[in-house]
Protein backbone atom coordinates (compact mmCIF):
# COMPACT_ATOMS: atom_id res chain seq x y z
CA UNK A 1 0.00 0.00 0.00
CA UNK A 2 3.11 2.50 1.05
CA UNK A 3 4.58 1.35 -2.26
CA UNK A 4 1.60 1.95 -4.43
CA UNK A 5 0.98 5.59 -2.27
CA UNK A 6 4.37 6.82 -2.69
CA UNK A 7 4.00 5.67 -6.36
CA UNK A 8 0.96 7.69 -7.27
CA UNK A 9 2.79 10.64 -5.48
CA UNK A 10 5.24 10.40 -7.95
CA UNK A 11 3.20 10.28 -10.81
CA UNK A 12 1.41 13.38 -9.36
CA UNK A 13 4.78 15.66 -8.90
CA UNK A 14 5.59 14.60 -12.59
CA UNK A 15 2.55 16.38 -13.87
CA UNK A 16 3.88 19.06 -13.26
CA UNK A 17 7.24 18.69 -14.96
CA UNK A 18 7.17 20.33 -18.49
CA UNK A 19 7.21 17.88 -21.52
CA UNK A 20 8.99 18.28 -24.17
CA UNK A 21 8.15 15.65 -27.22
CA UNK A 22 9.54 15.96 -30.76
CA UNK A 23 8.08 14.08 -33.56
CA UNK A 24 8.76 13.65 -37.76
CA UNK A 25 5.87 12.26 -39.63
CA UNK A 26 5.35 11.54 -43.49
CA UNK A 27 2.22 11.56 -45.75
CA UNK A 28 1.03 10.82 -49.14
CA UNK A 29 -1.58 12.40 -51.45
CA UNK A 30 -2.60 9.57 -53.81
CA UNK A 31 -5.60 11.80 -55.00
CA UNK A 32 -3.52 14.80 -55.93
CA UNK A 33 -3.82 15.78 -59.55
CA UNK A 34 -0.29 15.97 -60.23
CA UNK A 35 0.19 12.76 -59.13
CA UNK A 36 1.49 11.49 -55.90
CA UNK A 37 2.68 14.03 -53.34
CA UNK A 38 5.03 13.15 -50.45
CA UNK A 39 4.78 15.35 -47.45
CA UNK A 40 7.31 15.35 -44.89
CA UNK A 41 6.35 17.50 -41.45
CA UNK A 42 8.69 18.08 -38.30
CA UNK A 43 7.58 20.04 -34.94
CA UNK A 44 8.37 19.86 -31.56
CA UNK A 45 5.70 19.94 -28.95
CA UNK A 46 6.33 21.70 -25.83
CA UNK A 47 3.41 21.60 -22.64
CA UNK A 48 4.24 23.89 -19.97
CA UNK A 49 1.86 23.30 -16.82
CA UNK A 50 2.09 27.35 -16.06
CA UNK A 51 -1.89 27.24 -15.17
CA UNK A 52 -1.90 23.38 -14.14
CA UNK A 53 -1.16 24.01 -10.40
CA UNK A 54 -4.80 24.96 -9.50
CA UNK A 55 -5.50 21.13 -10.18
CA UNK A 56 -1.93 19.46 -10.07
CA UNK A 57 -1.70 21.02 -6.27
CA UNK A 58 -4.25 18.91 -5.06
CA UNK A 59 -3.60 15.93 -6.39
CA UNK A 60 0.07 16.18 -5.30
CA UNK A 61 -1.25 16.89 -1.73
CA UNK A 62 -4.45 13.81 -1.85
CA UNK A 63 -1.20 11.49 -3.27
CA UNK A 64 0.63 12.33 -0.12
CA UNK A 65 -1.58 11.99 2.05
CA UNK A 66 -1.95 9.02 0.51
CA UNK A 67 1.34 7.45 1.72
CA UNK A 68 0.83 9.15 5.01
CA UNK A 69 -2.42 7.45 5.94
CA UNK A 70 -0.74 4.15 4.22
CA UNK A 71 2.58 4.46 6.91
CA UNK A 72 0.01 4.81 9.71
CA UNK A 73 -2.01 1.91 8.59
CA UNK A 74 1.13 -0.08 8.75
CA UNK A 75 1.79 1.15 12.15
CA UNK A 76 -1.08 0.26 13.09
CA UNK A 77 -0.98 -3.47 12.02
CA UNK A 78 2.40 -3.72 13.44
CA UNK A 79 1.26 -2.68 17.04
CA UNK A 80 -1.99 -4.57 16.85
CA UNK A 81 0.39 -7.31 16.07
CA UNK A 82 2.61 -6.74 19.11
CA UNK A 83 -0.17 -6.22 21.47
CA UNK A 84 -1.33 -9.26 20.48
CA UNK A 85 2.22 -11.44 20.67
CA UNK A 86 2.55 -9.78 24.10
CA UNK A 87 -0.65 -10.60 25.12
CA UNK A 88 -0.96 -14.20 23.98
CA UNK A 89 2.39 -14.51 25.41
CA UNK A 90 1.58 -13.28 28.69
CA UNK A 91 -1.03 -15.79 29.08
CA UNK A 92 1.32 -18.43 28.17
CA UNK A 93 3.34 -17.79 30.74
CA UNK A 94 0.39 -18.04 33.15
CA UNK A 95 -0.67 -21.31 32.25
CA UNK A 96 3.09 -22.69 32.67
CA UNK A 97 3.20 -21.20 36.04
CA UNK A 98 -0.17 -22.99 36.79
CA UNK A 99 1.10 -26.31 34.99
CA UNK A 100 4.32 -26.01 37.29
CA UNK A 101 2.50 -25.99 40.28
CA UNK A 102 0.16 -28.55 39.51
CA UNK A 103 2.70 -30.72 38.82
CA UNK A 104 4.05 -29.81 42.57
CA UNK A 105 0.43 -30.21 43.58
CA UNK A 106 -0.34 -33.79 42.07
CA UNK A 107 2.61 -35.50 43.76
CA UNK A 108 1.20 -34.26 47.42
CA UNK A 109 -1.84 -35.17 46.74
CA UNK A 110 -1.82 -38.96 45.80
CA UNK A 111 1.08 -38.86 48.66
CA UNK A 112 -1.97 -37.55 51.21
CA UNK A 113 -4.27 -40.64 49.60
CA UNK A 114 -1.68 -43.10 50.17
CA UNK A 115 -1.48 -42.06 53.47
CA UNK A 116 -5.24 -41.61 54.41
CA UNK A 117 -5.26 -45.44 52.76
CA UNK A 118 -3.11 -46.66 55.36
CA UNK A 119 -4.77 -45.09 58.33
CA UNK A 120 -8.30 -46.08 56.90
CA UNK A 121 -6.49 -49.22 57.07
CA UNK A 122 -5.12 -49.25 61.14
CA UNK A 123 -8.79 -47.43 61.14
CA UNK A 124 -7.49 -44.50 62.15
CA UNK A 125 -9.62 -42.32 60.12
CA UNK A 126 -12.94 -42.48 58.14
CA UNK A 127 -13.76 -43.68 54.50
CA UNK A 128 -14.93 -39.99 54.18
CA UNK A 129 -11.58 -38.75 54.11
CA UNK A 130 -9.70 -41.37 51.73
CA UNK A 131 -12.92 -40.30 49.32
CA UNK A 132 -11.97 -36.74 50.00
CA UNK A 133 -8.50 -36.38 49.14
CA UNK A 134 -9.02 -38.72 46.31
CA UNK A 135 -11.30 -36.52 45.31
CA UNK A 136 -8.69 -33.39 45.64
CA UNK A 137 -6.14 -35.95 43.92
CA UNK A 138 -9.14 -36.27 40.73
CA UNK A 139 -9.03 -32.18 40.61
CA UNK A 140 -5.76 -31.57 40.62
CA UNK A 141 -5.43 -33.97 37.84
CA UNK A 142 -8.10 -32.32 35.92
CA UNK A 143 -6.57 -29.01 36.49
CA UNK A 144 -3.56 -30.36 35.37
CA UNK A 145 -5.25 -31.57 32.29
CA UNK A 146 -6.96 -28.50 31.20
CA UNK A 147 -3.73 -26.18 32.08
CA UNK A 148 -1.63 -28.14 29.63
CA UNK A 149 -4.94 -27.79 27.02
CA UNK A 150 -4.88 -24.29 27.51
CA UNK A 151 -0.79 -23.91 27.49
CA UNK A 152 -1.30 -25.77 23.78
CA UNK A 153 -4.01 -23.56 22.17
CA UNK A 154 -2.16 -19.88 23.96
CA UNK A 155 0.81 -21.77 22.06
CA UNK A 156 -0.95 -21.88 18.85
CA UNK A 157 -2.32 -18.65 19.11
CA UNK A 158 1.55 -16.91 19.93
CA UNK A 159 2.45 -19.14 16.61
CA UNK A 160 -0.14 -17.80 14.36
CA UNK A 161 0.70 -14.44 15.68
CA UNK A 162 4.37 -14.61 15.41
CA UNK A 163 3.86 -16.69 12.18
CA UNK A 164 6.16 -19.03 12.65
CA UNK A 165 7.09 -21.82 14.19
CA UNK A 166 8.45 -21.44 17.61
CA UNK A 167 9.86 -24.93 18.17
CA UNK A 168 8.11 -24.76 22.19
CA UNK A 169 6.45 -28.35 21.04
CA UNK A 170 9.43 -30.36 20.52
CA UNK A 171 10.69 -29.00 23.83
CA UNK A 172 8.16 -29.78 25.87
CA UNK A 173 7.77 -32.92 24.78
CA UNK A 174 11.22 -33.81 25.61
CA UNK A 175 10.54 -33.99 29.39
CA UNK A 176 8.79 -36.27 31.73
CA UNK A 177 5.84 -38.13 30.18
CA UNK A 178 3.57 -36.43 33.14
CA UNK A 179 5.21 -33.09 33.13
CA UNK A 180 4.90 -30.82 29.82
Not at 96 to 113: C, G, K
Not at 130 to 157: F, K, P, S
Amino acid sequence: MIASAEAEARLAKAATTPDLNVFVAEMHDFHSPTGISDFLFAGVQINLPVFGSAKNSPRISSAQARVVAAAASERAVRNRILAEVAETHAHLVAEEHQIDLHHQLVPIARQVVESARASYATGRVDFSVVLDNARELRMHELELATHLAAYEQRLAELQRAVGEELGLDESAEVGHDERH
